[in-house]
């Protein structure tokens, strides 16, 4: 498994979960500890915190957007569950980008991106993937609790997860280094260059609910588990958002392939690879802070082929073969 990880060619940390506990640990460049931005992975958390609205009775997965943010185009027609499925129809327009070019303020960036939102009603139903849909959810879980995402965020996972090597890519230079992060390179003309750090927050305050944290392996790892087997949902809520309406394949923040869930995070000169069973006993986490046009996709792939095996180790080991 190790000889397998390694043929990757990632840079940076690998853990490797059986049976519940850590089996591979280590890492091929940083450290096992060191905490990276995950971008993407960060919206099955995101639709936990949502689902959590949904097991208090203050939300239901069919209220419109509209009973939200009324001023979105084609807010009456989409529901909640539409924007954690990604087939909400909506999209920003052609060129847009989301949030503003300079962060004030949470609220001004869904200002921003409620002024750039077009709506496709052919498209409702149908699984489209934008980042906007994450960003609705965080404006409605602010809304419902008065709280700020960042607050909320730390008040489900840092804090009772006792999270240790967790933050906010926009936190101050202190929390960054005690969280062990390290930046993000991209690979340009053969020369591995730092991504400037004011534009990286930036673009993750514009993606406040979908790539705005950092965290190792460890904590990532013990954040899937509590979402996945833990309190933090019931098995009902569980099963209505891991495993709901169409798409099957994409639900709640995760693909959701045969046998195990993948979620991937790819920006800012970082890579994150998750795979994971549906009850969060085996999983895969790998993470790098070297990225390289054209890897990504090959890499995710590699990754399947890595999990898809040691599933069959497990069911191997399972009937004593």
């Given at each position: 498994m190790r000889h397998a990880i390694n043929r990757l060619g990632v840079k940076g940390s690998v853990l490797v979960i059986k049976h519940g506990r850590p089996w591979l640990d280590y890492a091929t460049a940083n450290k096992a500890d060191t905490s990276y931005l995950i971008n993407s992975v960060q919206k099955s958390m995101t639709?936990?915190?949502?689902?959590?609205?949904?097991?208090?009775?203050?939300?239901?997965?069919?209220?419109?957007?509209?009973?939200?943010?009324?001023?979105?185009?084609?807010?009456?027609?989409?529901?909640?569950?539409?924007?954690?499925?990604?087939?909400?129809?909506?999209?920003?327009?052609?060129?847009?980008?989301?949030?503003?070019?300079?962060?004030?303020?949470?609220?001004?960036?869904?200002?921003?991106?409620?002024?750039?939102?077009?709506y496709n009603p052919k498209m409702l139903g149908k699984w489209h993937y934008t980042a906007v849909n994450y960003v609705y959810l965080c404006g409605i879980l602010s809304k419902i609790e008065k709280k700020s995402y960042e607050k909320l965020f730390k008040q489900t996972y840092i804090d009772p997860l006792n999270l240790k090597h967790t933050e906010f890519l926009w936190s101050n230079e202190k929390e960054l280094h005690d969280s062990h992060w390290v930046p993000g390179y991209q690979k340009h003309n053969g020369k591995y260059k730092r991504v400037h750090h004011a534009k990286a927050v930036r673009d993750a305050h514009n993606e406040l609910g979908a790539g705005s944290i950092v965290m190792s392996n460890a904590d990532l790892a013990k954040t899937i588990s509590a979402m996945l087997g833990g309190n933090l949902l019931t098995d009902q809520s569980r099963s209505i958002l891991f495993k709901g309406e169409k798409p099957k394949y994409y639900n709640g923040g995760f693909y959701n392939l045969q046998d195990y869930k993948v979620a991937n995070g790819a920006g800012a000169g970082y890579y994150t690879f998750l795979r994971s069973t549906n009850?969060?006993?085996?999983?895969?986490?790998?993470?790098?802070?070297?990225?390289?046009?054209?890897?990504?996709?090959?890499?995710?792939?590699?990754?399947?082929?890595?999990?898809?095996?040691?599933?069959?180790?497990?069911?191997?080991?399972?009937?004593?073969?």
């Open positions: 639709a936990t915190m949502v689902m959590r609205e949904v097991q208090k009775g203050k939300l239901s997965l069919d209220d419109r957007l509209s009973e939200y943010f009324p001023d979105i185009t084609g807010a009456q027609d989409v529901k909640i569950r539409n924007l954690i499925n990604m087939t909400s129809g909506l999209d920003l327009a052609q060129g847009e980008k989301l949030g503003t070019k300079h962060f004030v303020s949470d609220e001004d960036n869904l200002e921003a991106d409620i002024n750039k939102t077009v009850n969060g006993k085996e999983m895969i986490i790998i993470q790098s802070n070297r990225t390289k046009k054209g890897v990504f996709f090959k890499t995710r792939n590699k990754v399947n082929q890595i999990m898809a095996v040691m599933l069959n180790l497990e069911d191997a080991e399972s009937l004593g073969l």
